[in-house]
């Protein structure tokens, strides 16, 4: 099978969505070809959505002959290109909470997802909380949804050296929907080292004070060793479609905290201590459960991440494509 793969947003984010592309590279049976409007900053990623998505990028598939197009996020064509559309949802935040996003991103969505939603073929959800998402949001039939985790790389895992120190540990971009200030507000509390590592967002993250280590992006090798050190990982996000930083933490064999509700909560699968995360006292209360159950969790969360596969994702995407050709 002879699939076009858009591999653009590789040039805006080293984040979920690149992994995601990356590991798509263990497609079996399938002939990527990879289609992409290369350039960084405000004007390329106008240029994209207003124009290369919805005239360029169909009569480049055609071109091509693919079979099936793949966009691996919610910016595609808008209307039906020749070929089947699939189209990967990896959550609703942007319509959900649209002030944490700029300008350009809230309009375009507020415009587009929803015509996005209705020119694929399939849609494929990476959680069960993105499905429901998609059909109370969007009202897009359930018929049309095939739900694909993602999974977790072989990197990570229990073995191998760990970071020294004690910190607790975040993974993810700085902006404001990843809640940093509220955890580093708890991370204050307990007299604990916050390290965290993950590339700058959009919008202003303020982590005034003492105690807080902003890594930047750290290659898998690192982010592996940072897990295995850490007293737990906090990820006590306000609203997310999947959550990999926690499946990579269990692999790794750290222990977890994260959002209660949501696609964190079913994500975690039992193996995490669940926080509001609007409450850093409750925050800080669960890295002290997480210190405390650190002989149950760790077990827990070992089993839980043997449940993520990125091999599997690549098959079952794979299935997704035949059935939207067929």
């Not at 898998?220 to 499946?247: K, M, N, T």
Request: charged share 25%; aromatic share 6%.
């Amino acid at each position: 099978m002879r699939v076009g793969l858009d591999v653009s947003p590789l040039d805006q984010t080293a984040a979920g969505t690149a992994r995601y592309l990356a590991q798509l590279e263990q497609l079996a049976g399938v002939e990527l070809v990879r289609l992409a409007q290369h350039g960084e900053g405000r004007i390329a990623t106008v240029y994209r959505d207003a124009v290369w998505y919805p005239l360029v990028l169909p009569r480049l598939a055609r071109r091509a002959r693919v079979e099936v197009l793949h966009c691996p996020t919610f910016r595609a064509p808008l209307a039906r290109p020749v070929c089947p559309l699939v189209v990967t949802v990896h959550d609703l935040a942007v319509l959900r909470h649209p002030e944490t996003f700029n300008q350009w991103t809230r309009r375009y969505s507020r415009l587009c997802v929803p015509r996005v939603a209705r020119s694929a073929r399939l849609l494929i959800a990476v959680s069960e909380h993105t499905k429901r998402e998609l059909v109370e949001v969007l009202g897009t039939p359930e018929e049309r949804i095939r739900v694909v985790p993602n999974g977790v790389a072989e990197v990570f895992g229990p073995d191998g050296p760990a970071e020294p120190g004690d910190y607790v540990l975040a993974v993810g971009t700085l902006e404001p929907r990843k809640n940093l200030a509220r955890l580093a507000e708890a991370t204050r509390r307990l007299g604990v080292e916050l390290r965290i590592a993950g590339g700058g967002g959009w919008g202003r993250v303020e982590l005034g004070g003492t105690g807080v280590r902003v890594l930047g992006r750290v290659p898998d090798e690192e982010l592996a060793r940072l897990y295995r050190g850490a007293r737990c990982l906090a990820y006590p996000s306000l609203y997310e479609g999947f959550g990999i930083p926690i499946v990579e933490a269990m692999a790794c064999g750290a222990p977890v905290v994260t959002s209660r509700g949501g696609a964190t909560e079913e994500v975690a699968g039992g193996a995490a201590v669940l926080v509001d995360p609007l409450d850093p006292a409750a925050i800080a209360a669960g890295i002290e459960e997480a210190a405390a159950r650190r002989e149950q969790l760790v077990p827990a969360g070992l089993a839980r991440a043997r449940d993520f596969s990125w091999a599997e994702t690549a098959r079952r995407t794979a299935d997704v494509y035949r059935e939207a050709a067929a």
